[in-house]
């Protein structure tokens, strides 16, 4: 079948698949930056590096546009079966560097020592070992141990070997282990890799569509706020109901995806009748199921104090009132972009008057900056500042609303004076990613900062970076942007989840100024800043 729907569409190859293949590989700008990491941590001195994320986020995608990008002074091992004992491991090690195997019933030294002398070798010769594990939520205990004992192979310059962890989330939270800190210590960049925007979805769709040969908008605009909830952005989910959605349209003899094909395609893929529940809304059902039992429990405890003592049932807690699904124009005020409104409201929140005109051209007036840039509530999260973003209606009209807060609920909006809360999924489905901001610039920086910048520019990078580390300079600042400075920058960009690149441009350096800016106001509260 899958055939025939490729011959109906007009398509070369199956868009959908969900094997790795590289000509559809799509770079979401969080892929760029596990990229960025992973590239980072391999050529640093030595360690861990690590990269999770949910399962079918595109780990292991990434790994493989990591082969292609790797330096070519580098030698890899990869293993994605991580089911292994120690001597498994080391055996395994020694195949994929190319090492014989010591002979007959080999202990783990005599494993340990010829592959010590391989790197040694290896390093002598001006390359470096890299070793990739996929699956690795699955290595037991005394094997990560065993690979952390690998990382104290080193010289006076750097370790030997350098080890890659690409697994699910409950890697993290095993690492995490307190007879596992040691290993932990030795991380050197880690990158959580999150799911798709609903920009990043419909981008992506249609850069697969393209790849497989479409010139036929197959998915209209409209369905691709759907997917992303459907599939919650995770590429392989999408990949799957995509290409069911395709082949319903084949044996309907339709031109293109529609509403009820999408839902029906949802059914089959996610075993309901409407597609409606996704993995997220399980998530949240099941952990009302456990407050509500949490509560039941804690009333049965109090009801059943020994002492006889008579004790009321506590009161039920007020639940707050549901946030509007959607964000809409107001309907008493006349049709309208909304940007006059929605600057109104931005330079209120700074405690400004907004006149009229070029926004950015007052901003600059008041000592403030502008940016403006296409991202996911993560980067919003970071720059942490109100924002105008570009939302759009049911009529699919772009409409332009101030967000003013975030939270774990969802969001409040100014929208032509109006102020409206709306839930954390109206937000995603609404928001196209657009969005800009205000804020301070420090007057000693005029430009970039990279390594070679001297100056008043770098010593006020350097003045930041020792705020944040709670660390002064014997002798003041130095003005010249070292090697040193670098390496420093790099490890607050990594802990930032921005692209470790060693010089400070907009992004970096908003980040920076939201962290040493009292006087700006914020749109998340610290304790949900993430």
């Known amino acids: 079948m899958t055939v025939l729907y490729q011959t109906y569409f007009g398509l070369a190859e199956a868009p959908f698949s969900i094997a790795p293949t590289p000509r559809f590989l799509y770079l979401s700008q969080r892929h760029q930056e596990a990229l960025a990491h ?4 391999i050529e640093g001195d030595g360690g861990f590096v690590l990269l999770t994320g949910e399962v079918g986020a595109g780990k292991t995608t990434v790994c493989r546009h990591l082969l292609d990008r790797i330096p070519e002074t580098c030698e890899v091992a990869y293993i994605f079966n991580p089911r292994l004992t120690v001597t498994e491991l080391l055996a395994t090690l020694c195949d994929e560097f190319g090492i014989a195997s010591p002979p007959g019933d080999a202990s783990i030294k005599d494993y340990f020592d010829r592959l010590y002398r391989h790197l040694l070798d290896s390093h002598a010769q001006g390359r470096h070992a890299v070793l990739i594990i996929d699956e690795a939520q699955n290595l037991a205990p005394d094997v990560l141990e065993q690979m952390r004992l690998l990382t104290n192979l080193e010289t006076s310059e750097r370790k030997l070997l350098q080890i890659v962890l690409l697994g699910q989330p409950e890697l993290g939270v095993m690492l995490a282990r307190p007879e596992l800190r040691q290993l932990a210590q030795r991380i050197v960049a880690r990158y959580h890799l999150g799911a798709l925007t609903r920009h990043e979805v ?33 590429p392989r989910l999408i990949n799957l109901l995509c290409d069911r959605a395709l082949l319903g349209a084949y044996v309907q003899g339709r031109p293109q995806v529609d509403r ?75 049709p309208s972009d909304g940007s006059e409104e929605a600057n109104t409201a ?26 403006a840039a296409r991202g996911g509530l993560d980067d919003l999260k970071h720059w942490n500042r109100p924002a105008v973003l570009q939302m759009r209606d049911g009529q ?22 109006h102020e409206r809360a709306v839930g954390a999924t109206a937000l995603a489905e609404q928001w196209t990613g657009r969005y800009s901001l205000l804020w301070r610039q420090p007057a000693q920086v005029s430009g970039a900062i990279r390594p070679g910048s001297r100056g008043p520019q770098v010593i006020w990078l350097r003045q930041h970076l020792d705020l944040l580390d709670g660390h002064t300079e014997a002798g003041g600042p130095a003005a010249d942007f070292d090697a040193d400075l670098e390496r420093r920058l790099k490890r607050f960009q990594l802990e930032q989840g921005l692209m470790p690149d060693g010089s400070v441009g907009p992004k970096t350096l908003v980040r920076l100024v939201g962290l040493a800016d009292p006087d700006a106001p914020r749109l998340v509260r610290a304790k949900e800043v993430r």
Do not use: N
């Open 38 to 41: 992973l590239l980072y941590g």
């Open 202 to 234: 419909g981008a992506y769709i249609r850069h697969r569509l393209a790849v497989a040969g479409s010139q036929a908008e197959l998915f209209p605009p409209a369905l691709v706020a759907r997917i992303h909830s459907l599939t919650g952005g995770i």
């Open 260 to 334: 009820r094909i999408l839902a029906g395609a949802a059914g089959e893929i996610f075993g309901h009748a409407e597609g409606r529940r996704t993995w997220a809304w399980r998530a949240v059902f099941g952990a009302a199921i456990l407050i509500a039992g949490l509560g039941s429990a804690v009333a049965v405890y109090w009801r059943s104090l020994p002492d006889g003592r008579a004790v009321s049932a506590p009161s039920a807690v007020p639940v707050a009132a549901p946030r509007p699904e959607r964000l809409e124009w107001p309907p008493d005020v006349h």
């Open 346 to 371: 931005l330079f209120r929140a700074w405690g400004l008057e907004y006149s009229g005109g070029d926004g950015c051209a007052q901003a600059g007036r008041y000592g403030l900056s502008c940016l």
């Open 396 to 417: 699919g009209k772009d409409f332009l609303a101030t967000l003013v807060a975030l939270d774990s609920e969802g969001a409040r909006f100014v929208v032509a004076g």
